[in-house]
């Protein structure tokens, strides 16, 4: 996780946290109806803001890209009960990884949940 996400989640959290006490102290001093209408718009202001976050995340967010060489798996979702095996002597080097899922040389990779994986590289 970078710092600036890091710091994002820090204040969202100190936020949240600063708006649920600065409620209930509400409640202390006012009367409950008040608090009511307060928790109202916070609880619509924090749906609006998360809604916007979601959307922007879902634009956000391209396609996986997917890469395997010599004997491995690799899969952008779930993958169940994969083995991977190399027995090669080489074939080059593996192509370099970037963004996405990758995996070389007799290995398993997902971009999601693996299940009962396997691997072996050598003869």
């Known amino acids: 996780m ?3 996400r890091k ?3 820090v204040v969202l959290a100190v936020v949240g946290v600063a708006a649920a006490v600065g409620l209930v102290v509400l409640l202390v001093v006012a009367d409950l109806d008040t ?3 307060a928790g109202s718009v916070v609880g619509a202001v924090a749906g609006a803001a998360s809604t916007w976050v979601s959307v922007a995340m879902l634009l956000r967010s391209g396609p996986t890209t997917v890469r395997a060489h010599g004997g491995s798996n690799a899969a ?3 993958m169940r009960n994969p083995s991977a ?5 080489g074939s080059g080097p593996p192509p ?3 963004p ?5 040389d007799g290995s398993n990779a997902a971009g999601g949940n693996m299940n009962d994986p396997t691997a072996h590289r050598g003869p």
């Open 7 to 9: 710091a994002c989640l």
């Open 85 to 89: 095996r190399d027995t090669s002597a």
């Open 76 to 78: 952008g979702g779930d």
């Open 96 to 98: 370099a990884p970037g």
């Open 35 to 37: 608090a009511a209408a």
């Open 2 to 4: 970078t710092g600036w």
């Open 100 to 104: 996405g899922v990758s995996a070389a």
